[in-house]
């Protein structure tokens, strides 16, 4: 079956540009995430979506940072005026559910890179 | 607050031999899962197996199995007969059952299997 599709693969911008990056989950999962890796944070939690609302923007580092998530499917991270600490891969996963013992699968990722 | 600890950044290992990578993690939460994933040099985060905090017995997923050990609070990763296919970063994440039960993430391992 199709799992979690991410695109643009890689995205470069120059500084004070908007991106909008697209995560497609399972069909059927209700639970989404993004995440963050770069080389001196490792792996970050950014924002969680259930259905279509957000309980949790804990992790978005700024304003700039926003997502939406719409049908319950689709969500879209979009950063605003980049900055070249953006620089990083932007990763979406998703669960079937939000229980502890759900793994959550893993999309190849968005290479994000701010020139 | 939760927290994985992988005190490993890099291990070598001989083809055909079994490894052990380490991982330890720290939780106010009874309730919560752990999980290994898999990254290879393309990126992917590929899930591997899971453990739950409540689980009487060790995870096992072919020739990955958990050696979970849970008043050490350690979840260690065994991989038996190593293959060249396995160099990969290995990353250890845990789960809890309160809030968004996102992922936190170890800084990971980065596994290089020698033919």
């Known amino acids: 079956g199709a799992g979690v599709s991410q695109s643009p693969s890689n995205k470069v911008t120059e500084k004070g540009k908007d991106v909008e990056l697209r995560c497609d989950p399972i069909s059927g999962h209700t639970a989404l995430y993004w995440y963050r890796q770069s080389l001196g944070q490792g792996l970050e939690f950014l924002i969680y979506f259930q259905g279509n609302s957000a309980p949790d923007k804990s992790g978005l580092p700024s304003d700039r940072f926003s997502a939406e998530r719409t049908g319950g499917s689709v969500s879209t991270l979009t950063i605003q005026r980049t900055q070249q600490e953006d620089s990083a891969v932007y990763l979406c996963?998703?669960?079937?559910?939000?229980?502890?013992?759900?793994?959550?699968?893993f999309g190849d990722g968005t290479r994000l890179s701010i020139l | 607050a939760q927290k994985i600890t992988q005190t490993q950044p890099g291990m070598f290992v001989q083809e055909k031999e079994a490894v052990t990578l380490d991982c330890t993690y720290d939780?106010?939460?009874?309730?919560?899962?752990l999980f290994w994933y898999k990254q290879p040099s393309s990126g992917e985060m590929i899930f591997l197996i899971y453990q739950g905090s409540y689980d009487q017995q060790n995870a096992t997923e072919g020739r990955y199995s958990l050696n979970f050990q849970k008043a050490r609070k350690s979840a260690n990763l065994v991989i038996s007969a190593s293959q060249l296919g396995d160099s990969a970063m290995y990353f250890c994440a845990m789960r809890e059952d309160q809030g968004a039960q996102k992922l936190v993430f170890g800084q990971g391992t980065r596994l290089t299997i020698n033919p």
């Open positions: 996963a998703s669960s079937l559910a939000r229980q502890f013992n759900q793994p959550q699968h």
């Open positions: 939780t106010s939460d009874p309730s919560y899962g």
